[in-house]
């Protein structure tokens, strides 16, 4: 039998106590097991550093830790404002990200020591798994996608000499009232959305690229124009039948709206990044996002058609008319070529839109617009729009091109 190194116990106790924490439960061992692991792995290296803060990072999700200290890596220069700018906007982003999608998976997908907290609700999982069968499974990677990503960019922020990003003290918004939520503060509500679901046609289109300015018709119109659950308020959300499907159908619509959101917004932000280390990183998280969308724009395609008899909102079939033409196909998964760059060119299958100019603020407003922040303080959309802004203002050096 292989006896345990140090650092191995100390994974062991950091785990267990992140998982109280990702709970909600108090573990004030966390912090000194948390140094403990860090000064063993800067002593060691700077990736093993960066892979420490990553760990760190999880604590974000429901405490009120602070990131801790990770030493900046001697073989580096530290980073650009621009640069800096743009990784902590990308930080706060997917923050935000990994907060709702804590929630749904808390409540509709697979609680376990990667992904803890909540223990599901039952009806609103069945109902999510009409779309597909998976679907608990998906959320639950997508939850931890996102939350891999907050933890890299943080560290490697600190291992720049750059400042991490921490939104804890705005964990202040109420969490669903349904069995199965924890009962923690969050940054976003799920409860009052107002979904944008013109994505479905902006990447069927053939002749339309929003960078020209074009817009487009909405999936399901009715989504666009209230305030809707994606996740059970309460247990009295569970029923009747059409009304929790209803919510999952709003699930699933949203999903696609928020991973479409970030697969723009990385390669519209990568054409201002300077340093390739931090190009490299913005291209390699960027393709995940599209990952994400790719997937839960098809599972959207499979939200059966009904009206929510609580309050009249309706999910049209898509494949019948007046929708049946291309522009909604339920199984166009994959972008159709379009107009890229200038009418002169052949059409292109691309991501759209990577206009660059304005993208930061042009995502918050996106988010803002979805009803994610309803009931946030003003001095948290200040800290955002101050954030957006500098990541809108850097822009690529072509004489420093990198460290």
Not at 102 to 126: C, F, K, M, R, W
Not at 274 to 296: A, C, K, N, Y
């Amino acid at each position: 039998m292989t006896k345990s190194s140090p650092d191995r116990k100390v994974s062991q106790n950091l785990n267990a106590s992140r998982r109280n924490l990702l709970r909600g439960e108090n573990d004030s061992s966390f912090e000194n097991l948390l140094n403990e692991r860090i000064s063993r792995r800067v002593a060691i290296s700077r990736g093993g550093a960066i892979a420490a803060a990553g760990i760190a990072g999880a604590v974000l999700l429901s405490s009120g830790l602070t990131f801790p200290t990770v030493a900046a890596s001697e073989n580096h220069d530290e980073l650009s404002e621009g640069d800096e700018a743009i990784l902590r906007f990308l930080s706060a982003a997917e923050i935000l990200e990994t907060d709702f999608w804590q929630q749904y998976n808390e409540l509709g997908g697979i609680q376990d020591s990667e992904v803890p907290g909540g223990s599901g609700s039952a009806p609103y999982t069945a109902a999510l798994k009409v779309l597909d069968a998976d679907m608990d499974q998906y959320i639950h990677d997508n939850t931890e996608d996102e939350f891999t990503h907050f933890t890299f960019i943080n560290a490697y922020l600190t291992s720049r000499g750059g400042e991490p990003v921490d939104l804890d003290e705005f964990r202040t918004l109420p969490s669903s009232k349904a069995t199965g939520a924890q009962q923690i503060g969050r940054l976003t509500n799920l409860m009052q959305l107002t979904v944008d679901t013109s994505y479905w046609n902006k990447y069927r289109s053939r002749k339309k690229n929003p960078d020209f300015g074009d817009t487009f018709p909405q999936a399901v119109p009715d989504l666009s124009k209230g305030k809707f659950p994606a996740i059970p308020r309460n247990d009295s959300d569970l029923k009747p039948h059409d009304h929790i499907q209803a919510i999952a159908n709003t699930a699933g619509f949203h999903f696609a709206f928020i991973e479409g959101g970030g697969t723009s917004l990385y390669p519209s932000l990568a054409q201002r990044v300077t340093d390739p280390e931090v190009l490299r990183i913005l291209l390699s998280i960027g393709p995940t996002e599209t990952m994400h969308f790719q997937t839960w724009q098809d599972k959207a395609g499979n939200a059966p058609p009904l009206t929510d008899p609580t309050n009249g909102l309706t999910f049209p079939d898509l494949n019948k008319l007046p929708f049946d033409t291309e522009d909604f196909q339920t199984n166009l998964i994959m972008p159709e070529p379009t107009i890229f760059l200038d009418r002169k060119f052949p059409v292109c299958s691309i991501i759209r839109p990577t206009e660059t100019e304005g993208a930061a603020m042009g995502a918050l407003e996106a988010l803002t617009a979805d009803g994610l922040f309803i009931g946030q303080s003003k001095k948290f959309f200040a800290v955002l729009q101050d954030l957006a802004n500098e990541a809108d203002l850097a822009k690529r050096s072509v004489e420093s091109g990198g460290n």
